[in-house]
C-alpha cells in the first residue's frame, strides 16, 4: 500500500452512502461519491431521472419491500432496514440503512435521508492493512487530544449542484466545549438550527469542491451567541466532498476586545469632553479663571505664582493687560492688600481648597468678591466672581421677604395656594373657621375633594368654572367669585374668593394658583338689608297708603252684601246664595290681605322652619278656589309625597298665592288652564307654575320683578316684586319663561332641607 498524506487518509471506521430519497416517487436527489464509487455510477444520471437507483442496484427480492418502508417512514425517529446492493464488480453485499424524514428549509416537501454502512465488519480494503490501522489510530488519537473542536463533515447538495446541507461524520471530544451543541453526529446542521449560516455552508462547499482551505473568524447567532475562528481543509480523495473543520470558540476573546476597544473609545471621548468642557468653561463662565504655577526659593518656599492660562474675564478685570507668563505679584495691584496672595499659597502649602467671600474698599471701588481656589500637583486653579450685585439682590430680597412675612401675618384674608399636580392645598397662612374644623393644621395637605363638601351644593358648580377661569387667566389677572361655606350644623356664610396664578410651567399647565379668602356674610346681609329696607320703606307707604284707601270701600262691600242676602232670601230663593257666599269669602280675604299689607310695612325677618311644601301649596290653591271658581280655570296638580323645605309659612304662601293670582288673571275665562308640578331636582326640590294665559314679551320678563312696574291698567306693580323679595329670604331662584298667546311659566327651586 502506497503511504497517503493526511488530507487524504479516509479517518472514519467505515465508509457510508449518503442518500437523499423523494420516498413518494423513489427519485434519488442526491448520493454521496461513496455511493458513486461502489455503485460505479453518476449522480447526474440519477438527477436527471435517466436512472432508478433502487430499481438498478438494490437486490430485486428487496426491491418492493424497501419501497414500501420509504413510505411508511415517519417522524419518530430513525428506522433500521438491511438491503443488498450491487457493486461495480456486479457483486452483491448487504448494507444496512438508516432512514429518517428530513426536510430542509429549501424543499417545501419532506424527503428521507439515508446513511448506508457495510454489514458487519466490512471495511474498506485498505483499512484491513495493519499498518494503515496503526496510522488511523495515531491521527484519531491526535484529533481526540485537541483543545480545539474537531469535526469532519460531508456537504450535501441540492438541485443544480448548490450546497444544500452537510452531514456530521465525526467529531471530537472538544466540540461541545466550544459550541452548544451534543450528539451532533449522525445528524446534519439543518436538522440541529433553524437557520445555518450560509456563508459558512458556502464556504464549506468551496473548500470541499476545490480543496483550498480556508480560515475565518466570524459571529454565529445560531451557535448560542458565538464568536468562532474556523479553519476548514478537504478530506478523503479528489471526488469526495467531505471536509474537516477545527475551529475555536473566541467568544471571550472578542468580548475583551470589544471591550477594550469601548474603554479607549470611552476614555477618548472622555478626554475630548473634558476638553471641550474646560473650553467652554473658560470662553462662557463669567467667572474670572486663572491657573498658575506655584515658583519657589532656594529653600522651597513659595515665593510667587506665574500665570499659565486665564480667559477673557480676567483679562478685563486686569484692563485688558496681557498676564499669561507674568508672575502675580507683578501684575496684581491689590492681591497682597486683600490677603489673596497669603490664602494661595494656603492651599498650595496645605492642599485645602479655599472658597471665601472679601469686601474690597479702597479708592471708590467697593466691591464684594468670592475666592475659589483648587490644588492640582504644582498648579493653582483659582477664579474671582464679583458678587457685588448678588449681595444687594439677596439683601433687597430678604427685606422683601420680611416684608411680605409680615404683610401674610397681618392680612385679615385667609391666603391659601392650591397645587394642581397633586391637586392639594400646599400653604395656608391662617385658620379659616375653627368651629367647622377648617384650620391651619388641618387643611394643609389635603385633597382639594376633601374640602369639596363644605361648599353649598348651589355654589359648587361656581367653583368649579372659578376654577377653570383661573387656568385660562394671564399672570396679570385676578378671578374673583363669592361662594357659601358651611361652618357649623345647618348655618351657611358667604365668603368673597379671589384667585391669581402664582406658577405656570407653560402656556398649557397651571403649577399653583393662589386664594385670598375673606368672609363677607356680615357685610353681605348688611347691604342686603339696606337694599331691602330701602325697597319696604318705599313699597311700605304705597302699601299703607293703598290699605287704608281699601278699608272704606271693602266695609261697604260688605255691609251691602249681606244687607242683599237679607232682603232678597225669600225672594231669589237658593239660586244667588252660592254667590253672596263667594262676595262675603272675598270680602272676608281682601280684609285680611288688607291687614297683611300693613303689617308688611313694616318688615320682619323670615323665620324659617322644616314645613312641607306640598301642603303649603295645597293651602294656596284653596285660598284661590273662589277665584278659579268663577273664572272657570282648570288646575291640574302633578305631585304626590312630601317635600320638606326650610320656610317661613305665612310669607310663602302670599308669594304663592300671588303668582297663582296672576295665573289665573292672564287666562281667559272658562279656558283657562293652571298646571303645578312639584319634583326633586338634584339637591333641591323644583316648583313649576305654568298657565295657557295671554303670555309676556322679553321686555316684560325682563322687568316683571322691579317695584311699580306692572303688565296691568291699574296694577301697581308691587305684586311680583314682593314674591322675589319673599323667595330671596327662601334661598330659591325664581325662572321666567313666556310667549305671547302661549303661556307663562315660573320656576322656583326651594333647598332640600334634608340636604342642606
Known sequence: MSQKTASELNILPTQQLILLVDPDNAHVKFLNDVGEQYCGMDLSALQKKELCFYKEFVHPEDYNGYLKHLKQINSEGDTIYPLRLKGKNDKWETFIFKDRLYQPQTEKKQQVLSLASPAGDNSIEESQNPGYNSLQTEYEHLINSLHDGFAIVEMIYGKDGIPLDYFYLKTNPAFQKHVDFKNVTGKTVRELVKQPNEKWLNA????????EPVRFKEYNANLGDTWLDLYAFKVGEKDSRRIGILFRNITGEKKQEEELQNRLERHHKDLQESRDLLQSVFDTTNLAIAVLRAIYDEEGRIKDFIFLRTN?????????????GRTYLETTKHGVEMGTFDAYKQVMTTGEPLDDEVYFDKEGYNHWFRLTARAQNDLLIATIEDISQRKAEAKELEETMRFKQELVRATPEVIMIINLNSYTIRY???????????IKDNVVGRELQQVLPYIHPRDREKIMQFHRNL???SAEDIIEEEIRLKLKGSAWEWFNLRGKIFKRRDAAWVDEYVLLIRNIHEQKYTQKALLKAEKLSIQGEIARTFAHELRNPLASIGMVGEVLSRKLKDSVGENYSNYFKILKRSTKTLNDLVNNLLNASNYSPAVLKEEDLAIMMDNTIHKAADRIYLSGIKVEKNYKGKFPVLADKE?????????????SEATTPEEGRIEIEIKKHKTDFMLRISDNGQGMTQDQIDHIFEAFYSNKETGMGIGMSSVKSILEEHDAPIKVSSRLNEGTTFIIYFPNAEVH
Open 204 to 211: 464549506f462547499a468551496k473548500v470541499a469542491e476545490t480543496g
Open 312 to 324: 477673557k474675564v480676567l483679562q478685563e478685570m486686569y484692563l485688558q493687560e496681557e498676564i499669561i
Open 428 to 438: 395656608m397662612n391662617k385658620d379659616l373657621a375653627p368651629e367647622a374644623g377648617l
Open 471 to 473: 387656568l385660562k387667566s
Open 651 to 663: 310669607k310663602l304662601e302670599i308669594a304663592l298665592l300671588n303668582l297663582i293670582v296672576n295665573a
